[in-house]
């Protein structure tokens, strides 16, 4: 299997052009979600998904689109890049966990992207 | 709203030598996951060990082990005989088993190995 997918692995853009960055899993994963990693600090939630056609935010979602059309597919649309995303995008999937369990997240290898 | 905390951006420790990496968490749940991540300079990320809240056994992955104090929220994570190859930025994480179930990472602790 491939796990989970992320294209393209690095990417310039310049202030105020847009872009979608590729997400996909195999995994049959009813969840999926969208993080940025600034240098040296953690991982915040952009978005996230529990299933096609459900999305929402999560702790940092302004200047960002997605959307989840098929269970497979969820990718993240920057609108207007600013130098403040600047940041390696990571995309993750998991199965959804019963009451007892919450397996592990599956990440993508990460997208850097750069906006001068 | 769930916080996690590292208070530890940094720690370096000899080969072979035993360091224990610190997380401290608030909620209010009582039932939820627990990972310890590892992040090398390639950027993927690695699970390294898991705990549910629900079992009181501290989660064990060969030179990998977890503390686990549910009442007092903390989680460190102990890396014994410690190789070079365990370099990296090592992440503690929560994962609610509500709702979308999201994960809520902390800071990041760097782990320099002295050869």
């Known amino acids: 299997n491939a796990g989970v997918t992320q294209t393209p692995k690095f990417r310039i853009l310049k202030i105020g052009q847009s872009m979608t960055l590729q997400c996909t899993q195999d995994?049959?994963?009813?969840?999926m979600y969208w993080y940025r990693q600034d240098p040296g600090m953690g991982l915040k939630l952009i978005y996230y998904?529990?299933?096609?056609?459900?999305?929402d935010k999560g702790e940092v979602p302004n200047g960002y689109n997605v959307s989840r059309s098929t269970t497979e597919d969820f990718p993240l649309r920057l609108e207007l890049a600013a130098p403040s995303q600047t940041s390696v995008y990571f995309c993750?999937?998991?199965?959804?966990?019963?009451?007892?369990?919450?397996?592990?997240?599956?990440f993508g290898e990460g997208s850097r992207l750069t906006v001068l | 709203a769930q916080t996690v905390t590292q208070s530890q951006p940094e720690m370096s420790v000899q080969e072979a030598e035993t360091v224990t990496l610190s997380c401290t968490y608030d909620?209010?749940?009582?039932?939820?996951?627990l990972f310890w991540y590892k992040q090398p300079p390639s950027r993927q990320m690695i699970l390294v060990i898991r705990?549910?809240?629900?079992?009181?056994q501290n989660a064990t992955e060969n030179r990998f082990s977890v503390n686990f104090q549910k009442a007092a929220k903390s989680f460190s994570l102990k890396i014994s005989d410690s190789q070079l190859g365990d370099a990296a930025m090592y992440f503690c994480?929560?994962?609610?088993?509500?709702?979308?179930?999201?994960?809520?990472f902390g800071q990041g602790t760097r782990l320099t190995i002295n050869p």
């Open positions: 993750a999937s998991s199965y959804r966990g019963s009451p007892k369990r919450a397996g592990e997240l599956f």
């Open positions: 998904s529990v299933g096609a056609g459900i999305t």
């Open positions: 705990q549910e809240a629900y079992k009181q």
């Open positions: 995994m049959n994963h009813n969840y």
């Open positions: 909620t209010s749940e009582s039932d939820y996951y």
């Open positions: 994480a929560y994962r609610s088993l509500e709702g979308a179930q999201k994960l809520v």
